[in-house]
């Protein structure tokens, strides 16, 4: 099956600029939900605004993507005419990378540092840096810095009076790339910031600091109700959307784009359909991305592929493999030829073999043959499909399907049926998108039938509570003095009086000697998970016999390869764990996986003793009936003394879905592989 996605574009005004591109830089509102399609440039329109002299905090969810950017910012200011030095003067990138780098060259306070590359921001030419590009993890460890449990611990000098106004003072533009990436759990931190730059203040101008906050998808979410539940006016939201043209003196995002489903049982066996002309393409000098659901698959795959790439003499070093494994590790070659690492050039390859980490903004240089699976959801298989045929290039997009695919995803199959009746024809982005978004789009009915966008999903309720105690946690921060304390209370939203009046409920046990170190932990681990953005699993080291080192999330370690059965642990000076294999990770994949899952350690606020539950979709319920067991004589006696605190523990769990717990060593199943 298969139909044509027709060429489309956006117009552009005398400056070079696209309406939406324009209405960025020009639009009064200080919070703008940005709605444009892959390519459409929404990240070039604060390049533009850098140029002009603006100041701009870019925030992207992955590390590969802020080396992405960053590389694209001074590769244009230098084209604008700017020094390579100057350029890279002008911006700086915070992640976990740059934080390896400045440790290796002797930098203590790091995050010091950051507060400094802040404060020296200077007019346009001169100083430190003009834009940051930044992870949220790293940014929202520079509000929260310190421990949790004694947050004014670990201040660096010049730190103690630095705060989330000082951020909306330095900035004119504060971005959030790629806002469908984030978690319910995490938008506590747009949340803030969207809040304060929005609210009247006791000056009668609108928000503190000058920055406008600026939420940019391809495939949005609907968040505008979770702003406004949060307390954001409706008066200062802009909802900013691209109109696409078919003219042909606009500038076009995509050609014409062949979207073909193949019925295949693997990806080889779709390469060897394809196989001819993936050696036309990287004879034309264009690249070739492949895209799995699954790593494992992938991994799998991997020498199978590298060799039906050599029978056409596409070398093994022509490609390059894109995943959250190989790019834990800077560069390598492995036994097979192919390369892979973070530090890695994707536009030096002519093959590209990627997982979903590639959906979030990453552009190739010329990717118009695209072989793909579609991802678990609609939003996955539109920013896959978007990565090919950019710039007005005709292009073709091989969609893998087989029976299981099918079963397991109905969106997949309304997508087949319709590819199915519109056989051979040609059809719009606007209409494919339509189709992806229809399941979002009948949620979203009754809640605002005049609005013209196509929402790809909704943040849960959690979002809102989880949001609040994000709020509480930032006004109990020593770098919050009296004043601002004061406009952070005033400006709080309902959420974080909510949480706060539950947090008041949990006092008595606090007071209780009987109860106070149980419950001081709880409610400690559950500021630790407010404050943590992303429900990331446990991950461990594995050390490849070439000395490789690579970070492994757990559970696939444990699941997919047979490792942890055949090695012991070893532990370094800090007392890491680590796994020290004789060959390559590929060489312990397993036929047959594990049964391996994620198992979290729970925590209550009435007793010391925690249990292990398995993080599935009943983790929160199954949580709850613990603490409601009143069979079980200590939670008897909790209930009876303190009940309302009982009450309001399991109200913050339940509403914020955020459960105080830390990650478990091994599964059971993986125990018994061990130890029989």
Not at 82 to 96: I, P, R
């Amino acid at each position: 099956m298969e139909l044509t996605v027709k060429r489309h574009c956006v117009a552009v005004l005398a400056n070079g600029l696209s309406p939406l591109q324009q209405q960025l830089l020009d639009e009064p509102r200080k919070v703008r939900i940005v709605d444009a399609p892959t390519g459409a440039g929404k990240t070039y329109a604060f390049q533009k605004a850098l140029l002009q002299g603006s100041r701009i905090l870019f925030i992207v969810p992955t590390r590969r993507l802020a080396q992405n950017i960053a590389a694209s910012v001074i590769h244009d200011l230098i084209k604008a005419g700017w020094s390579a030095t100057l350029a890279e003067q002008k911006l700086a990138v915070w992640s976990s990378d740059q934080t390896a780098i400045l440790r290796e060259q002797g930098v203590e306070h790091i995050r010091g540092l950051r507060v400094r590359q802040i404060q020296q921001l200077s007019p346009r030419l001169q100083g430190e840096s003009e834009m940051i590009v930044a992870v949220p993890e790293v940014l929202s460890q520079l509000l929260l810095r310190g421990n949790v449990e004694r947050p004014q611990t670990g201040l660096d000098k010049g730190q103690a009076g630095f705060s989330v106004l000082d951020v909306l003072e330095y900035f004119d533009h504060i971005v959030f790339d790629e806002f469908h990436t984030i978690e319910a759990r995490g938008f506590g931190l747009a949340a803030l910031f969207a809040k304060l730059a929005s609210v009247t203040t006791e000056f009668n101008t609108i928000g503190y600091g000058r920055a406008k906050i600026s939420l940019l998808s391809a495939t949005p979410l609907n968040i505008k109700p979770t702003l406004q539940a949060l307390g954001v006016p409706n008066s200062e939201i802009a909802e900013i959307k691209e109109v696409l043209t078919d003219q042909s003196n606009d500038r076009a995002l995509h050609g014409n784009v062949r979207l073909v489903l193949e019925n295949s049982a693997s990806m080889p066996m779709v390469v060897a359909t394809y196989l001819d002309a993936i050696q036309q393409a990287v004879e034309q000098q264009q690249q070739v991305v492949l895209i799995y659901n699954a790593l494992a698959d992938l991994r799998r795959d991997l020498p199978q592929l590298i060799q039906q790439f050599t029978s056409v003499g596409i070398a093994a070093e022509q490609v390059l493999v894109i995943n959250s494994i190989d790019d834990s590790a800077n560069q390598h070659q492995a036994r097979a030829g192919y390369q892979s690492g973070r530090k890695q050039d994707p536009d030096q390859f002519s093959v590209l073999i990627a997982t979903a980490s590639v959906e979030m903004g990453i552009t190739f240089r010329a990717a118009n043959l695209m072989l793909m699976e579609s991802g678990f959801a609609p939003m996955n298989f539109l920013q896959r499909y978007g990565r090919a045929a950019r710039r007005g290039a005709d292009g073709l997009v091989v969609l893998r399907l087989d029976q299981a695919l099918l079963e397991r995803q109905p969106w997949l199959r309304a997508l087949a049926d319709w590819v199915s009746a519109h056989e051979n024809q040609s059809v719009s982005i606007v209409a494919l998108s339509q189709v992806l978004s229809l399941e979002a789009q009948q949620q979203f009915q009754t809640a605002d039938s005049t609005s013209s966008a196509l929402y790809f999903g909704s943040l849960p309720q959690q979002a809102i509570y989880t949001s609040g105690l994000y709020w509480q946690l930032l006004m109990r921060h020593p770098s919050t003095s009296k004043h601002r304390q004061t406009h952070l209370r005033q400006h709080q939203p309902n959420s974080s009086k909510w949480a706060y009046s539950q947090l008041k409920q949990l006092e008595p046990l606090l007071q209780d000697s009987l109860y106070a170190k149980a419950a001081k932990q709880w409610q400690t681990l559950l500021f630790m998970q407010a404050a943590q953005l992303r429900n990331i699993g446990k991950r461990v080291i594995v050390i490849e016999g070439d000395g490789r080192k690579l970070q492994v999330d757990r559970v696939w370690l444990e699941r997919e390869t047979d490792i942890i059965q055949k090695h012991n642990p070893q532990y370094d000076a800090k007392d890491n764990p680590y796994f020290q294999l004789d060959g390559e990770l590929d060489d312990y994949l397993l036929e047959t996986k594990n049964r391996a899952t994620r198992r979290l350690n729970v925590y209550f606020p009435h007793t010391k003793r925690f249990q292990e539950l398995d993080y599935n979709s009943s983790f929160i319920s199954d949580w709850r009936k613990i603490l409601t067991n009143q069979r079980d004589e200590d939670t008897e006696a909790a209930w009876e003394d303190y009940p309302n605190a009982m009450q309001a523990a399991e109200q913050l769990v339940s509403l914020s879905g955020l459960v105080p717990s830390t990650d478990t060593e091994l599964s059971p199943a993986t125990i018994d592989l061990v130890w029989s």
